[in-house]
């Protein structure tokens, strides 16, 4: 049986990892645990399976001032109670942060806020809002040597020093724990439309999506359905559509949603037929894309690729996979596989001509040890993120090799 | 100001330059003294340092070249776009390498289907709208230098202007980099695309002010031009109400473009400087700027006026003309020259607070400023808190420039007390390296420079910029443990 700590608050966590550096026993650092089936498996690397560091105790919301448009929340806090809050007063976190549950659990389960940032992954309103690391102020973290830091502050303009807490988003746990998190939130849309194009084939659809997002309109949503992915959709107008959906979202006050929604139709009319989505058949539908939940859930197989939007419909084309979703204008696929085969991973990537980031979501435990679940980087980059893991984490306790080679001791 | 460097510099200058001239075009390495004297500041001109040399690459190649010779001898480096930067991390190091970036002026790709713009660094801010405005794009970020600064110099400052309210700083707006680190190796960082691969190394090496690689090209995202700009010009017989008035219609889920303000003493010298016809009876005068699609510009327009009427406001103007709106901005725009017909100098702050410390910070500022006997200025980005104290000064004054840096740190200190922080937009380098105490602790500075260390691990790039205190990096590198004789040697259980 492994060790588990459930450490209440910084200084009990940062005693621990004092002693675990010293020691040079690996952790692995936790939320509620959704999300430990994303990234790489921990390796046991010959030091002895890592303990667990179960971080939902550091928990609770530290200050939230909406007018002020930040909240400050310690990680162990759930990324629901977190949205509820934010709700209650009409603002959001703008990134869209996933429910992973979907992908990795078979179920919602959308885990801790620190959970989120450390994976650091943005839903459909990327194209528009930004990624989860714009979003991220500040934080307070402990290093791998059991030091408490900070970096940032609580106010959105400031270049004081380095974003630490910007690199750490995404970096899954294998720079630091976090013990506070403060977060820009944003107002949340009066109304959400969206317009829906039937029947494009995939060039078309980015075609058109390209001349949305090209568009004085703000959008934010620009995603495309085949056929058999939009008929697993809960909501009847796509469901029932019987034919590819192309969609583009329209948020915000409504008579500005209402004169977008008219400009756009004009705009995409020579695409095909029209259909409009309002308020609740909208949100349903952009958390069906957010979580990938239109692929079929027994595809053993799920690659998430991030490509310039010119290049996704050749990486759909190429990739062979059974399912697909297309977001951000062609600029995120979703690919999915009935079962794992030799060479998938390989057509992908050989198929992303202009770069971009291929990572494995879900396979058999197999699979996810043998293939590259993050992009492979070049040699200097990969050399660099290394000794940047080292600064953080010199006796490479945290998550070894969650992140694939960088996060492993020895590395750099 | 005291000049920080890892080592005494020891190199055979004459030497590398003839190395330099090895690799570069003659013209474009320089010895000559009177060729070298533009270079020995940036815009924060009150210290100056004359450069040992000054190399103007024009590729990559020598780029890297240029810094593994400064390895080899041990030479610092210092890289520099156009030198409009306000906190001196420009300034030479006496007898070091001035790495010019300003000969990689081309835009290599506009690539509206993917909505990038691929620029080398010493490209303008303004030179990339300039390049897709005609195609109904722009480039978001915008500072007030944006005419003459460079990309790559805003990409070094993570530079914001006055839409970052709406649309972020240069960091949330950039995709990718190449950088050249200190040994040479040339590194591409990010792309077209939006998710990162492996670490976020492209928001640390925004703003990392020339300390951490020299970067030669940067992919930049534009948008496409907003259908309808307006402004509104709301005035307040006290900055507690116009303050008011920006919370309300914040905490109301209105972002707009830009909201700036300013005060009395800042409306005088507009007014006297390029008369854009501000209210003569208003105590401080907001700009709110809205921009969108027409039909929620007009609503919000409305809404707006409302919300600045309930809370005070004595006149509310909406531009009804693209000239009216420009109007507005005239005064804003010409306020750093404005003050300097006041006094022969001035010195500008950057401090950001929360929105809601405004009104008590400004009223302590005007404490500070009488107390000192000089006069402040005051204009700020409020929308966003950022504030930009103008000190002015006589620096013919015997102690007056000394006590305008004196009142400056008073007032960056009282900003990191009310939870705000030193500087908003216009980075740390020299200006405000020795106050980063006042925000950050030891052990925050030490984890930014093992950063540092990750990527230049010998400190030539820029030394004695940001961090007040040099460590080794063996020194910051070591870990001081014993085994055995730590806090724990049981198993701890929480």
């Given at each position: 049986?492994?060790?588990?700590?459930k450490?209440?608050?910084?200084?009990?966590?940062?005693?621990?990892?004092?002693w675990?550096?010293?020691?040079?026993r690996?952790?692995?650092?936790?939320?509620?645990?959704?999300?430990?089936?994303?990234?790489?498996?921990?390796?046991?690397?010959?030091?002895?399976?890592?303990?667990?560091?179960?971080?939902?105790g550091i928990?609770?919301?530290?200050?939230?001032?909406?007018?002020e448009?930040?909240?400050?929340?310690?990680?162990?806090?759930?990324?629901?109670?977190?949205?509820q809050?934010?709700?209650?007063?009409n603002?959001m976190?703008?990134?869209?942060p996933?429910?992973?549950g979907?992908?990795?659990?078979?179920e919602?389960?959308?885990?801790t806020?620190?959970?989120?940032?450390?994976?650091?992954?943005s839903?459909?309103?990327?194209?528009?809002?930004?990624?989860?690391r714009?979003?991220?102020?500040?934080a307070?973290?402990?290093?791998?040597?059991?030091?408490?830091f900070k970096?940032?502050?609580?106010?959105?303009?400031?270049?004081?020093?380095?974003?630490?807490?910007?690199?750490m988003?995404g970096?899954?746990?294998?720079?630091g724990?976090?013990?506070?998190?403060t977060?820009?939130v944003?107002?949340?849309p009066?109304?959400?439309?969206?317009?829906?194009?039937?029947g494009l084939?995939p060039?078309?659809a980015?075609?058109?999506?390209?001349?949305?997002?090209?568009?004085?309109?703000?959008?934010s949503?620009?995603?495309?359905?085949?056929?058999?992915?939009?008929?697993?959709s809960?909501?009847p107008?796509?469901?029932?559509?019987?034919?590819?959906?192309?969609?583009?979202?329209?948020?915000?006050?409504g008579?500005?949603?209402?004169?977008?929604?008219?400009?756009?139709?004009?705009?995409?009319?020579?695409?095909?037929?029209?259909?409009?989505?309002?308020?609740?058949?909208s949100?349903?539908?952009?958390?069906?894309v957010?979580?990938?939940?239109?692929?079929?859930p027994?595809?053993?197989?799920?690659?998430?690729?991030?490509?310039?939007?010119?290049?996704?419909?050749?990486?759909?084309?190429?990739?062979?996979?059974?399912?697909?979703?297309?977001?951000?204008?062609?600029?995120?696929?979703?690919?999915?596989?009935?079962?794992?085969?030799?060479?998938?991973g390989?057509?992908?990537?050989?198929?992303?001509?202009?770069?971009?980031?291929?990572l494995?979501?879900?396979?058999?435990?197999?699979?996810?040890?043998?293939?590259?679940?993050?992009?492979?980087?070049?040699?200097?980059?990969?050399?660099l993120?290394?000794?940047?893991?080292a600064?953080?984490d010199?006796?490479?306790i945290?998550?070894?090799?969650?992140?694939?080679a960088?996060?492993l001791?020895?590395?750099? | 100001?005291?000049?920080?460097?890892?080592e005494?510099i020891?190199?055979?200058?004459?030497?590398?330059?003839?190395r330099?001239?090895q690799?570069?075009?003659?013209?474009?390495?320089?010895?000559?003294t009177?060729?070298?004297?533009?270079f020995?500041?940036?815009?924060?001109t009150?210290?100056?340092?004359?450069?040992?040399?000054v190399?103007?690459?024009?590729?990559?190649?020598?780029?890297?070249?240029?810094?593994?010779?400064?390895?080899?001898?041990?030479?610092?480096?210092?890289?520099?776009?156009?030198g409009?930067?306000?906190?001196?991390?420009?300034?030479?190091?006496?007898?070091?390498v001035?790495?010019?970036?300003?000969?990689?002026?081309?835009?290599?790709?506009?690539?509206?289907?993917?909505?990038?713009?691929?620029?080398?660094?010493?490209?303008?801010?303004?030179?990339?709208?300039?390049?897709v405005?005609?195609?109904?794009?722009?480039?978001?970020?915008?500072?007030?230098s944006?005419?003459?600064?460079?990309i790559?110099?805003?990409?070094?400052q993570?530079?914001?202007?006055?839409?970052?309210?709406?649309?972020?700083?240069t960091?949330n707006?950039?995709?990718?980099?190449?950088?050249v680190?200190?040994d040479?190796?040339v590194?591409?960082?990010g792309?077209?695309?939006?998710?990162?691969?492996?670490y976020?190394?492209?928001?640390?090496?925004?703003?990392?002010?020339?300390?951490?690689g020299?970067?030669?090209?940067?992919?930049?995202?534009?948008?496409?031009?907003?259908?309808?700009v307006?402004?509104?010009?709301?005035?307040?017989?006290?900055i507690?109400?116009?303050?008011?008035?920006?919370?309300?219609?914040?905490?109301s889920?209105?972002?707009?473009?830009?909201?700036?303000m300013?005060?009395?003493?800042?409306?005088?010298?507009?007014?006297?400087?390029?008369?854009?016809?501000?209210?003569?009876?208003?105590?401080?005068?907001?700009?709110?700027?809205?921009?969108?699609?027409?039909?929620?510009?007009?609503?919000?327009?409305?809404r707006?006026?409302?919300?600045?009427?309930?809370?005070?406001?004595?006149?509310?103007?909406?531009?009804?003309?693209?000239?009216?709106?420009?109007?507005?901005?005239?005064?804003?725009?010409?306020?750093?020259p404005?003050?300097?017909?006041?006094?022969?100098?001035?010195?500008?702050?950057?401090?950001?607070?929360?929105?809601?410390?405004?009104?008590?910070?400004?009223?302590r500022?005007?404490?500070?400023?009488?107390?000192?006997?000089?006069?402040?200025a005051?204009v700020?980005?409020?929308?966003?808190?950022n504030?930009?104290p103008?000190?002015?000064?006589?620096?013919?004054?015997?102690?007056?420039?000394?006590?305008?840096?004196?009142?400056?740190?008073?007032?960056?200190?009282?900003?990191?007390?009310?939870?705000?922080?030193?500087?908003?937009?216009?980075?740390?380098?020299?200006?405000?390296?020795?106050?980063?105490p006042?925000?950050?602790?030891?052990?925050?500075?030490?984890?930014?420079?093992?950063?540092?260390?990750?990527?230049?691990?010998?400190?030539?790039?820029?030394?004695?910029?940001?961090?007040?205190?040099?460590?080794r990096?063996?020194?910051?590198?070591?870990?001081?443990?014993?085994?055995?004789?730590?806090?724990?040697?049981?198993?701890p259980?929480?």
């Amino acid at each position: 049986m492994t060790s588990a700590y459930k450490p209440t608050d910084e200084k009990e966590l940062a005693e621990l990892i004092s002693w675990a550096s010293a020691e040079a026993r690996p952790l692995e650092l936790v939320g509620s645990g959704t999300k430990r089936g994303l990234g790489c498996p921990v390796k046991i690397n010959g030091r002895g399976i890592p303990a667990k560091v179960d971080l939902s105790g550091i928990a609770g919301v530290v200050f939230y001032e909406p007018e002020e448009l930040v909240i400050s929340v310690r990680p162990g806090t759930p990324l629901e109670q977190v949205n509820q809050m934010l709700a209650e007063r009409n603002q959001m976190l703008a990134f869209e942060p996933l429910d992973w549950g979907w992908l990795l659990c078979g179920e919602s389960k959308y885990g801790t806020i620190g959970g989120a940032i450390s994976v650091g992954s943005s839903g459909p309103r990327r194209v528009k809002a930004g990624a989860a690391r714009d979003f991220v102020l500040g934080a307070h973290a402990v290093n791998g040597r059991g030091e408490c830091f900070k970096s940032g502050g609580r106010v959105v303009k400031n270049v004081t020093g380095y974003d630490l807490h910007k690199l750490m988003t995404g970096a899954y746990g294998t720079l630091g724990a976090f013990t506070e998190i403060t977060l820009k939130v944003l107002p949340a849309p009066e109304k959400t439309y969206t317009l829906l194009i039937h029947g494009l084939k995939p060039e078309r659809a980015v075609e058109a999506l390209t001349a949305a997002a090209n568009s004085p309109f703000e959008v934010s949503g620009l995603a495309h359905i085949p056929a058999p992915e939009a008929a697993r959709s809960q909501v009847p107008y796509v469901g029932r559509a019987d034919r590819a959906i192309t969609a583009i979202r329209v948020e915000g006050h409504g008579v500005s949603v209402t004169h977008r929604m008219e400009e756009l139709k004009k705009l995409v009319a020579p695409f095909g037929p029209l259909e409009e989505l309002h308020s609740m058949n909208s949100r349903r539908f952009w958390s069906e894309v957010r979580d990938a939940w239109l692929l079929p859930p027994d595809h053993q197989v799920v690659w998430r690729v991030s490509v310039p939007p010119t290049n996704g419909a050749a990486i759909i084309a190429a990739s062979g996979a059974d399912s697909w979703l297309m977001d951000w204008a062609g600029g995120l696929i979703w690919l999915g596989y009935e079962s794992a085969a030799a060479g998938q991973g390989a057509r992908i990537r050989a198929a992303m001509t202009e770069g971009g980031h291929a990572l494995l979501v879900r396979a058999p435990d197999a699979v996810r040890r043998e293939e590259a679940v993050f992009q492979p980087q070049a040699e200097g980059l990969a050399k660099l993120s290394a000794r940047v893991k080292a600064g953080f984490d010199p006796s490479g306790i945290f998550n070894p090799g969650r992140m694939g080679a960088v996060s492993l001791p020895g590395a750099a | 100001m005291n000049v920080i460097a890892p080592e005494p510099i020891t190199a055979d200058l004459s030497a590398l330059a003839a190395r330099f001239r090895q690799v570069l075009p003659p013209e474009c390495v320089v010895t000559d003294t009177i060729a070298r004297k533009p270079f020995e500041t940036d815009a924060q001109t009150m210290h100056r340092q004359m450069p040992g040399i000054v190399v103007l690459p024009e590729t990559v190649a020598q780029v890297s070249e240029v810094l593994r010779l400064c390895r080899e001898f041990g030479v610092p480096v210092v890289p520099r776009g156009a030198g409009t930067g306000l906190s001196g991390g420009a300034t030479p190091v006496p007898g070091g390498v001035l790495l010019a970036m300003t000969k990689f002026n081309r835009i290599l790709d506009v690539d509206y289907a993917n909505r990038v713009v691929v620029a080398q660094p010493g490209v303008t801010n303004l030179g990339i709208t300039r390049a897709v405005e005609d195609d109904g794009f722009y480039y978001a970020p915008d500072p007030s230098s944006q005419i003459a600064c460079t990309i790559g110099g805003n990409v070094a400052q993570n530079s914001g202007g006055v839409h970052c309210l709406k649309y972020g700083l240069t960091v949330n707006n950039i995709l990718g980099v190449e950088l050249v680190t200190m040994d040479g190796e040339v590194l591409r960082v990010g792309g077209k695309h939006l998710d990162p691969e492996g670490y976020d190394l492209l928001s640390i090496i925004t703003g990392s002010e020339g300390l951490l690689g020299v970067i030669t090209e940067v992919t930049v995202r534009i948008l496409p031009k907003p259908e309808t700009v307006r402004a509104l010009l709301v005035s307040f017989d006290s900055i507690e109400a116009g303050g008011a008035c920006v919370a309300d219609v914040i905490a109301s889920g209105i972002i707009p473009a830009g909201m700036e303000m300013m005060d009395r003493i800042t409306i005088d010298a507009v007014e006297e400087y390029c008369a854009p016809g501000y209210p003569a009876d208003a105590a401080a005068i907001l700009i709110c700027e809205l921009d969108g699609p027409a039909a929620e510009v007009d609503y919000l327009i409305e809404r707006v006026t409302a919300i600045a009427t309930r809370n005070g406001a004595i006149g509310v103007r909406a531009s009804q003309s693209e000239e009216e709106r420009l109007l507005f901005w005239l005064g804003r725009k010409s306020a750093f020259p404005a003050a300097a017909k006041m006094k022969p100098d001035y010195y500008v702050l950057d401090g950001t607070i929360p929105r809601n410390k405004l009104a008590p910070v400004l009223a302590r500022i005007g404490e500070l400023s009488r107390a000192s006997g000089l006069t402040i200025a005051n204009v700020f980005h409020v929308g966003d808190g950022n504030l930009h104290p103008l000190i002015l000064y006589d620096a013919n004054v015997p102690g007056e420039m000394e006590a305008a840096e004196h009142l400056g740190h008073d007032i960056l200190r009282l900003c990191v007390s009310v939870g705000g922080v030193l500087t908003g937009e216009h980075g740390v380098g020299t200006e405000k390296r020795d106050l980063m105490p006042e925000m950050f602790t030891d052990l925050d500075m030490q984890q930014q420079q093992r950063l540092k260390c990750a990527f230049d691990p010998g400190q030539h790039l820029n030394p004695g910029k940001v961090f007040p205190t040099l460590h080794r990096c063996a020194e910051l590198g070591a870990m001081h443990v014993h085994k055995g004789k730590t806090a724990f040697p049981e198993l701890p259980r929480f």
